[in-house]
């Protein structure tokens, strides 16, 4: 058994050698995440002031050296309440995804290694979940548990794991087809040791992928509620409500609510690149 | 022929999907944690109020009753009456609907519009400036929330150069049509982002096909052979992919209405659970996931007339 | 093998220093190298080597269908023009309609989403001026020409309702749908089973007398040569390294290589085996060994053809050769 292992030396050399040939879109959007990973854990490091403390003297002044990103209508300054938002917003796309990860995986590895008729109605229920718009059902549940992240977590949970559980089920349908499973199944493993030691590792991929998809819509989602007032609730500073608190002022004072989009967009296009070199990175290693 | 039979196996198939749709719609307001009555009274309810709102509601009979009821309602086309607007919510549904229809149909034009010649200027330049300009813009596109986008165009083009209407909904069709623009064009953005880059790989993995090369052989017109044989093939996938974005459209759709201030469904949930009308948020869910599951149906048949392989 | 080989007559192709390169982002590689050929009319010439002798990419060079990042020099002289300088109207009017392409795969190089009925039509509709019934007419009798039974019931039917053989068949009526005058045929047999190839190769030969067509044969299955072809041509790394009447070749190979692939075909028999038996595998195209590329597979090989590499040149009426030590290699005689 030993005779096929490679040598630690030899892999990690090989290892030194990939890093050089990392997609670039890995390496810029894995810069992008690990800076907003740093604002979320200690924006006080960063934020100039303190995001909620407002400032009757200095209501919606434009952006200045005092005040680079302005302040609003109530005299925040607007760059530390963007910085402060990342907490909550890298927050919504961590907390909102992992469990229907965790949960849709296993889900998902179970159905697929089942097969036959329980495959079929996890079919069905995927595609009755898939028939609602996604935010129109998270607003449905949302109404009826009551605003809030909290709620907004249940929501998405709730519906969030069967595109995982889609995913991983398909993947494990065709590795459990392969030699290796039956070798495994001939070796007299259980069907929990086969599902979550061998089949699993090789079908977790898509998953994998589709989770930095999935945090980056998490933060549009989460905005979007914030915007609505359905999601974190003012003062707290989150990008979706900063930018609800400019609206009124879009054309006089545009930037409370303009870098808080743009903060959007430079954490969404983090996600996405780094969940696109991962999986040209995923590919070229198979 | 194969195609007629393929169509009604596919309707067949819409039957448990229904079935399982007004499951979760029931059980979104009965099973999950919250008293709707005191919720709709507030917290100082009287206890008298509450009972004759879970009266109203039918909540005070047994759960298996309470969905008889409510199926059999619902193939009566009552969807219960709105709890503050004092009218039938299927009424509201024939009333909001159909704008929230037109607006997502527009955005769909647009995205389609937008992203069609895209695909075809990038796949066809692969590498090369335009197309890595294009990829890059719609990847922007794409992390832009709806609101954001409806904000800023609303910003620019409304309020300042006063090109379009800042919100509402005209009376004639071409008032619409002026109207619902701007909002149309701000759903239309991401979809047609992922419409581009799903249907850009469909055209790179189809121009080097044999079939292509064999089109050429023949001396046929590039433009035939780019339209007939090229985009026909890449369409398929992405006309499927088309069907499962409807759900993001509609949802993009209820923000797009509040943003824009257009009296559509989606406006509607929104005042509606501000408001707490269960019976209203309750159908509206209903008839958007019904006009999903009919949107899915469509593009499968689409998707087989498209590709005679898949109506074996 | 009629007596069509009339050396009197001009050539109906003549292809001169034919030259493909892939410019690649490990440099340059050049897959058909300074390639001359010419074939006459109602000839049927065999181009014959193994996977990636290039003889695939020279008959898509003739056709100017190479994919970027391809770039094809040369002269490819058809009919007083040359194709490879023509503009893409005059390319588009010989294209199908005097030169017609066949390919491997039936499967892949037929539209799966368009009728066959489509796919005949639209090669009329470019080539010729027939009106819409006209062209339905002459699709059932194109049908029919190749053998589909029941044609006009299977007008409208879509490629995968075809068996391989049946496919096989339709995209030869396509191909000739405007009655060409030289067909370009890139391995149309291999894809099939034993009993359809021989159905399709006597189809091609019946059609090659029905049309007056020259054919340009492309394999690696030498029997298919002995059995179709009336002339060949043998390439090796990009290169025509032997050439000559197939009667002529086969009785005696002047190249190392050609007389290696006559080795692996088992004399007397019709059964046809692939060409595996000379030792080692043929050059990557990237890395071609300098001198006559096949120098380290040689058994005749010296200093020389290490260092220096021989150019096709006559030595007899009909026949060339790229080999400083053909003369040695003939009077050896066939291998054991």
């Known amino acids: 058994m030993t005779l096929a292992l490679p040598t630690v030396r030899a892999r990690k050399r090989r290892r030194i050698r990939r890093l050089g040939r990392l997609p670039l879109t890995f390496l810029v959007g894995g810069l992008i995440l690990a800076a907003s990973l740093v604002l979320a854990l200690v924006p006080q490091l960063f934020a100039p002031y303190d995001p909620i403390a407002m400032d009757y003297n200095a209501i919606l002044s434009p952006p200045s050296w005092a005040h680079p990103f302005g302040t609003d209508s109530f005299g925040r300054d607007v760059l530390s309440r963007v910085i402060s938002a990342y907490s909550i917003d890298m927050q919504i796309a961590i907390f909102a995804t992992t469990g229907p990860l965790i949960v849709g995986t296993i889900v998902g590895a179970l159905v697929g ?174 | 022929m194969a195609l007629l039979s393929f169509i009604t196996r596919r309707l067949l198939q819409l039957i448990p999907t229904l079935a399982f749709i007004l499951v979760v719609i029931f059980l979104l307001v009965h099973l999950l944690p919250g008293d709707p009555a005191s919720a709709i009274l507030g917290d100082r309810a009287r206890d008298a109020d509450v009972a004759r709102i879970n009266a109203q509601l039918g909540l005070d009979k047994p759960l298996p009753v309470q969905f008889l009821i409510f199926v059999k309602n619902i193939a009566a086309g009552d969807f219960g009456d709105s709890i503050h607007l004092k009218v039938s919510v299927a009424s509201l549904v024939a009333d909001r609907l159909p704008v929230t229809l037109m607006l997502t149909a527009m955005a769909a034009l647009i995205a389609l519009v937008l992203a069609v010649p895209l695909a075809f200027v990038a796949a066809t330049h692969r590498g090369r400036f335009s197309d890595n300009a294009i990829r890059g813009s719609f990847q922007v596109g794409l992390s832009m929330p709806v609101f954001y986008v ?157 590709d005679p392989r898949v109506a074996r | 093998m009629s007596a069509l080989a009339k050396t009197h007559l001009e050539p109906a192709l003549s292809v001169s220093n034919l030259t493909t390169v892939f410019q690649t982002a490990a440099g340059a590689v050049t897959a058909v190298d300074s390639v001359s050929f010419d074939v006459m009319p109602g000839q049927v010439l065999g181009l014959v080597g193994e996977s990636g002798s290039g003889k695939s990419v020279t008959l898509r060079s003739l056709m100017r269908l190479v994919h970027a990042p391809g770039k094809v020099s040369g002269r490819v002289l058809w009919q007083g023009r040359d194709l490879l300088s023509l503009s893409p109207g005059a390319l588009r009017k010989v294209r199908g309609g005097e030169i017609a392409m066949i390919f491997q795969e039936p499967t892949t190089a037929l539209n799966p989403v368009l009728p066959v009925r489509i796919q005949i039509e639209e090669n009329l509709r470019a080539h010729t001026a027939l009106n819409g019934r006209e062209r339905r007419a002459r699709a059932i009798e194109l049908l029919e020409l190749v053998g589909i039974p029941a044609a006009e019931r299977r007008l409208d039917d879509y490629p995968h309702q075809f068996s391989g053989g049946m496919k096989q068949r339709v995209m030869i009526a396509i191909a000739l749908a405007s009655d060409p005058k030289l067909l370009l045929a890139d391995e149309p047999t291999t894809a099939l089973d034993v009993t359809i190839q021989d159905q399709i190769l006597k189809l091609i030969l019946d059609l090659r007398d029905e049309f007056a067509m020259s054919v340009v044969f492309v394999t690696h ?55 595996t038996s000379i030792d080692g595998t043929p050059p990557s195209l990237s890395a071609i060994p300098p001198g006559c590329a096949f120098n380290p597979r040689c058994d005749f090989a010296t200093e020389r053809c290490r260092a220096e590499r021989p150019a096709l040149e006559p030595f007899a009426a009909g026949r060339t050769v790229a080999c400083f030590h053909h003369a040695r290699v003939a009077a050896t005689g066939a291998p054991a």
Request: charged residues 15%.
């Open chain 2, 150 to 306: 409806g904000l800023i165009l609303l910003t620019v083009f409304g309020a300042q150069l006063r090109w379009f209407p800042v919100g509402g909904f005209g009376d004639t069709f071409g008032e619409q049509l002026y109207h619902l623009f701007l909002p149309a064009l701000t759903l239309a953005l991401s979809l047609s982002a992922i419409l581009m880059r799903n249907l850009r790989a469909a055209i790179i993995g189809v121009v080097d096909a044999e079939y292509v090369d064999f089109a050429r052989a023949k001396g046929l017109r590039s433009r035939l052979i780019m339209t007939r044989h090229v985009l026909r093939n890449a369409l398929i996938s992405t006309v499927n992919l088309f069907g499962l974005q409807v759900g993001t459209l509609l949802g993009g759709a209820v923000i797009t209405e509040t943003v824009f201030a257009i009296p559509g469904a989606g406006r509607l949930m929104i005042e509606s659970i501000y408001g707490r009308d269960y019976p209203v948020v309750q159908g509206l869910t209903l008839a958007l996931a019904v006009v999903v599951s009919l949107t899915f149906l469509l593009t499968d048949i689409v998707q087989a007339w498209l």
């Open chain 3, 221 to 275: 299955d030498l029997g298919v040569v002995a059995g179709t072809c009336d002339r060949m041509a043998v390439m090796y790394a990009g290169r025509i390294v032997e050439t000559g009447s197939v009667r002529q070749v086969f009785a005696e190979p002047h190249h190392p290589y050609t007389r290696g692939l006559l080795g692996s075909v088992p004399r007397g028999g019709a059964e046809r085996t692939m060409l």
């Open chain 1, 113 to 286: 290694y089942a097969g036959g008729l329980t495959e079929t109605l996890f079919g069905r229920i995927v595609d009755a979940v898939i028939s609602f718009p996604f935010l129109v059902l998270v607003i449905a549940i949302v109404a009826v548990l009551g605003p809030g992240l909290g709620n907004m977590y249940i929501a998405v949970g709730v519906i969030d794991w069967v595109f995982y559980g889609r995913l991983v089920a398909a993947e494990v349908a065709v590795q459990k087809r392969l030699d290796y499973a039956d070798a495994g199944r001939a070796m007299g493993y259980t069907p929990a040791r086969i599902i979550f030691r061998h089949l699993l590792p090789n079908a977790i991929t898509p998953a994998i992928v589709y989770w930095m998809t999935d945090m980056a819509l998490a933060i549009l989602l989460g905005s979007s509620l914030g915007y609505l007032g359905l999601g974190a609730q003012p003062p707290a500073a989150e990008w979706g409500v900063q930018i609800a608190d400019g609206k009124n002022f879009m054309s006089t004072a545009w930037w409370i609510s303009v870098f808080p989009g743009i903060a959007i967009v430079v954490t969404g296009l983090g996600f996405s690149l780094f969940g696109d070199g991962l999986a040209e990175l995923l590919r070229t290693k198979k």
